[in-house]
């Protein structure tokens, strides 16, 4: 507890919504009642790139318990889906391998087109703002807002100096002081 003359401790976003509500599922709530949906699709927002990392398990641990949740709080069918590849040759079903922002753009809007389907997007909580730019590029598309994929951000896994915990950033830089502290 901060006394008068200590300052706050640090909230993130994801700290301060997670404390206003009762359970994590409240956040689609809204959506499942206006759009009354007959399944819903929790999409892991995690790149398979080698071992996954703690966040990585976070992200996808949280899409199964959603789904788990959703069923028992709805009764909707859930599914959860791990499909990031982008089906643009027609002969061999070639992979396109775009920067992560607009492959999200893309796959996103592609969910736009099952009106029977609530999309869920489980991301961890380093993409809060990232989906701010998706937003802005879905809505310049043309996607009503009323339509954009529903999102849950998992809390983010800090460093000791409170740096996001990253495996890739861990292996660009393992001198920085960022990383002070962390065991091998």
């Not at 999200?104 to 380093?126: Q, S």
Request: aromatic share 6%.
């Amino acid at each position: 507890m901060p006394t008068l003359d200590a300052p706050p401790p640090v909230l993130s976003p994801n700290s301060v919504l997670a404390n206003a509500l009762l359970r994590s599922i409240d956040m689609i709530r809204p959506q499942v009642i206006a759009k009354r949906p007959k399944r819903i699709v929790f999409v892991v927002g995690t790149q398979i790139n080698g071992a996954p990392h703690l966040g990585t398990n976070i992200v996808q641990t949280s899409a199964f318990l959603l789904a788990k949740l959703a069923r028992r709080s709805f009764g909707v069918e859930t599914a959860v889906t791990y499909f990031h590849s982008l089906c643009i040759d027609p002969v061999d079903g070639g992979y396109l391998d775009l920067a992560t922002l607009y492959r999200n753009v893309i796959k996103e809007r592609a969910f736009v087109r099952e009106p029977d389907v609530l999309y869920v997007m489980v991301k961890g909580g380093d993409w809060a703002f990232g989906a701010q730019l998706v937003d802005g590029a879905l809505l310049a598309l043309g996607t009503p807002a009323a339509d954009m994929p529903a999102r849950i951000f998992t809390p983010m896994v800090l460093s000791g100096s409170g740096a996001k915990l990253s495996k890739s950033l861990l292996r660009a830089a393992p001198d920085s002081p960022a990383h002070a502290g962390i065991e091998e």
